[in-house]
Structures are given as structure tokens and as C-alpha cells.
């Protein structure tokens, strides 16, 4: 396994708080909320960013979709975001492709 903070939290090893999991998928609030509900969808499988993710990962990326819908309706929510910072410069600190799930609050655009 890489030495990976997601990978890790994925694993157990690290606590967070949990809001489901499958066997594709692990969902846990940020640790930093930026909106009342901002919560993080992580693959299991180490993907360290989108611009990496390859044909085979289709499939789980359309599926993290509908995920992030099913957890966004579980919610509450009717409006609400998801982001994905791919890269420095786009805002990514820990290199595992994950979506941020924001809502509960009024949603700017554009983001910053
Ligand atoms: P990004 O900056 O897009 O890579 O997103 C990484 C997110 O992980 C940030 O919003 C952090 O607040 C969040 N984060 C960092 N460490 C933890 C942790 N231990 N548990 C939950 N979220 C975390």
C-alpha cells in the first residue's frame, strides 16, 4: 500500500467519521467542513488523481457519481456540489482522487 493518508483512513487504520462504505468505496466527513455537509467519497482503489485514472476506472468513476447522489439524497440535500481538485494548483492536498460533497448552505459561483 502507498504511504497514503486516504488509503490509510480506507484501511481502518486512521479514524474519521464514517457515512457508508461498499466494496468499492469509502464516504467520511472532511475533517476541515467547508459547508455543513462536506463529506469525502474515496475509492478503495489508490488512484493518486483524475488526470491518472485510466479507461478500466470508468466504471467506478461513473459509480462515485451516482454515490455522492445517493449520499447527497440521504441528506436532505437538494442542492449541492461536488468537487474534485486534480492537481496543486487546483487545491489538492492528499493524492488519492476523491470528491468533495458540499451542501447545506448557499453554493457561490464561481468557486474560488
Ligand atoms: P483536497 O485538498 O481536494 O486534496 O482534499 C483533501 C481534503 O481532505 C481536505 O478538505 C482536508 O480537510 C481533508 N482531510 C485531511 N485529513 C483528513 C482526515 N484525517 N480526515 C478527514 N478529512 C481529512
Redesign the pocket.
Known sequence: MPDC?FCR?VARE?P?QYVCEDEDFVA?????PKAPTHV?IVPRKHIPKLSQASEEDVTLLGRMQRLAARIAAEAGLESWRLVL?NGRGA????FHL?Y?LLGGRPLLWPPG
Do not use: C, E, K, M
Open positions: 493518508l483512513i486512521i474519521a467520511f466527513r472532511d475533517i476541515s469525502l481538485n487545491g489538492q492536498s492528499v476523491h468533495h
